[in-house]
């Protein structure tokens, strides 16, 4: 167990739809990452977030976007989705800024149809 | 930008042979990470190395990074059948997010 949750563990919806996956790092950890690991591009990074603000983006799509909270929970929000849009999606977390992401909570495995 | 390239894709060993996978940056790493991940979980952090020609052993795991920091292996010595799973390099990305190779994944068969 990393420390890092994330809900929900599965989603199934459809084409066009909106979801929000939401993800809490380990206790102390201010910086959080969000990756999609698909099977054709592996794992890819999408956004990072430290003490609740937007530090770095990665392969993000205009239809996905993410926030921090106060509480350092963050959400990813996707919206409009395709079938491509199927994939695991990871949370992680790190302490410190310039620390990359280490632990990596148990993904949502999200299904479009 | 930065890319990180893994070979080989896949490999299929029979316990207690030996295993490597290689890692190979486009550019220069300031560092570069080792995670495994097993079937159905996510990634684990095994390793970071820094150092220009760092070797780092994990138990039955040895870890390279090489001389001119643009390449790294990652060798397990007598695998057993817990090794089997994906194993991913990782090298720095803008900001402090990274950039993950496509994995080998590993099959252990007793």
């Known amino acids: 167990d990393s420390g890092v949750t994330q809900t929900p563990k599965h989603l199934i919806t459809a084409t066009g739809q909106r979801v929000t996956l939401r993800c809490s790092p380990r206790?102390?950890?201010?910086?959080v990452y969000w990756y999609q690991q698909s099977l054709d591009q592996g794992l890819q990074f999408l956004i990072q977030y430290y003490n609740g603000e937007e530090r770095a983006k990665g392969n993000i799509l205009e239809r996905f976007s993410a926030q921090q909270f106060p509480d350092l929970h963050s959400e990813l929000n996707l919206s409009s989705l395709e079938l491509g849009d199927s994939a695991l999606y990871f949370c992680a977390s790190s302490v410190v800024l310039g620390d990359s992401p280490k632990y990596f909570g148990p993904g949502t495995r999200l299904t479009v149809l | 930008g930065q890319q990180v390239m893994q070979i080989p894709q896949y490999q299929h060993v029979q316990e207690g042979e030996d295993f490597t996978t290689y890692c190979n940056s486009s550019?220069?790493?300031?560092?570069i990470q080792w995670y495994k991940q097993r079937p159905g979980g996510h990634p684990v952090f095994l390793i970071q190395?820094?150092?220009?020609?760092e070797v780092k052993k994990q138990k039955r795991l040895t870890f390279q990074f090489g001389e001119a920091k643009k390449n790294s292996s990652l060798h397990i010595t007598a695998t057993q059948t817990t090794d089997v799973g994906t194993y991913f390099c990782a090298g720095p990305n803008s900001g402090y997010a990274l950039n993950f190779g496509k994995g080998t994944s590993l099959l252990v068969t007793p």
């Open positions: 550019t220069t790493l300031s560092n």
């Open positions: 206790s102390g950890d201010l910086s």
């Open positions: 190395l820094v150092k220009s020609g």
